[in-house]
C-alpha cells in the first residue's frame, strides 16, 4: 500500500463472463471478442485504480463454471507489479477462454451454468476477504443468456449469501432482461445496466470502474422495476402467484396433495373446514380464474391446530 492510501480502499472484482456460444451467436451485433476485449481495458483502468487492487474471472459455459484468472499457471494475483500485470491478465484471459472453448467444444447443453458461476465467485471472495480482511469486494457479471428457471434456487441462494457478506452484484445484461440479475442486483445494492454493445466499454468505466463509496456521489442508473416473479418447482416456469409449501416453501404452479421437494401433506382447508381459515384466493393469468392458497396443517399456527383438533374431536 502507497503513502496515504487507506487499507481499506482495496478493492476486489470478481468478473462472472458469459462463454455461452449459442448465447452470443443469438446476439446481432455482439460479437464476443469485443465484449472480451472491452473486458480487458475495462479490467487494467480497475487495476490502475490501486496497485494493490484484486481482479478474478470466472466463465460461465454449458459444461460449469471455470476460473480463468488467476490461474495456478500464472499464480497469485501480481500485486504491484502493473505493467507485467496488465499484460499477464490479457494474455490468461484470452488463452484460458480458448482452451476451455476447445475442449468443451461437444458440449450439447444449452443452458448458462450462472449459479455455479456465481458460486465460485463467492468462493473466492470469501478466500480472499479472510487474507485481507479490510477488502471491498463486488461481483460484475456480463451476461447474454437468458435465464434458466431451473436455476432459480441455487441462484436466489448465492444472491441471498451475497446480500448476507455485504457484496454488491452489478449487472450488465447484453441482450434481454434478466429477472434473475435485476433481483441480485436490487438486493445487494449493485447496479443493473443494459448498455450499447457499440459503447460498451464507455458503458463500462463509466458506471461500473468506481467503488460502492463513491458511486453515493454520483447519479447512476437506477432499475424502474424489479420482476420479483418466482419459478414453480414443478415446471420450472415464472408464475405470478401459484400453491406454497409451508414447511419448505417449495412453490407450484398448480394445486399437489403432497409437496414433491419434502414430501409435506398440503391441504385445502377451507375446502371441508371453512370455520378454520377464511377462504384465501390467488388470482392465476395464466388460466383467469380464482384457486385457492394451499396451506399445510403440519406447519399451522397453534390457534388453528387447536381449532383442528377441536372440530375433529369434539
Excluded at 19 to 46: I, K, M, Q, Y
Excluded at 189 to 204: E, F, R, S, V, W
Excluded at 225 to 231: E, F, G, L, T
Excluded at 232 to 244: L, M, P, Q, R, Y
Aim: proline share 6%.
Amino acid at each position: 500500500t502507497g503513502p496515504g492510501m487507506a487499507e481499506e480502499d482495496q478493492s476486489l472484482l470478481a468478473v462472472v463472463l458469459d462463454a455461452n456460444p449459442e448465447a452470443w451467436t443469438r446476439r446481432e451485433g455482439a460479437a464476443w471478442s469485443t465484449v472480451v476485449d472491452h473486458l480487458c481495458s475495462f479490467a487494467n483502468a480497475f487495476l490502475l485504480l490501486r496497485p494493490d487492487n484484486r481482479l478474478a474471472f470466472v466463465a460461465c459455459h454449458p459444461s460449469g463454471s471455470y476460473f480463468l484468472y488467476p490461474t495456478p499457471d500464472t499464480g497469485k494475483d501480481e500485486i504491484g507489479e502493473t505493467p507485467n500485470r496488465l499484460y499477464t491478465v490479457r494474455e490468461a484471459l484470452t488463452d484460458k477462454l480458448i482452451n476451455m472453448l476447445e475442449a468443451h467444444s461437444g458440449c450439447t447443453r444449452q443452458d448458462t451454468m450462472l449459479s455455479s458461476a456465481l458460486s465460485l465467485a463467492l468462493c473466492y471472495i470469501n478466500r480472499v476477504s479472510r487474507e485481507s480482511p479490510g477488502i471491498r469486494p463486488r461481483i460484475l457479471c456480463c451476461i447474454a443468456s437468458p435465464d434458466v428457471s431451473a436455476q432459480y434456487i441455487a441462484v436466489m441462494n448465492c444472491i441471498f449469501a451475497a446480500q448476507k457478506n455485504g457484496i454488491p452484484v452489478d449487472s450488465c445484461m447484453i441482450g434481454k432482461d434478466s429477472g434473475f440479475l435485476q433481483q441480485a442486483s436490487h438486493l445487494t445494492g449493485g447496479i443493473y445496466l443494459k448498455p450499447d454493445i457499440a459503447g460498451l466499454l464507455q458503458y463500462l468505466q463509466t458506471t461500473f470502474l468506481v467503488d460502492q463509496h463513491t458511486r453515493a456521489l454520483m447519479k447512476l442508473p437506477l432499475l424502474s422495476s424489479v420482476d420479483y416473479r418466482a419459478s414453480c418447482f414443478c415446471h420450472k416456469k415464472k408464475i405470478d402467484s401459484g400453491f406454497v409449501c409451508s414447511v419448505c416453501l417449495s412453490i407450484y404452479c398448480r394445486f399437489s396433495p403432497v409437496c414433491n421437494t419434502c414430501g409435506c401433506g398440503l391441504l385445502l382447508l377451507h375446502c371441508f373446514l371453512p370455520f378454520l381459515l377464511p377462504p384465501s384466493f390467488l388470482t392465476c393469468k395464466s388460466q383467469q380464474d380464482k384457486v385457492p392458497t394451499a396451506v399445510s396443517c403440519q406447519e399451522a399456527s397453534r390457534g388453528h391446530q387447536q381449532k383442528l383438533n377441536d372440530a375433529v374431536y369434539p
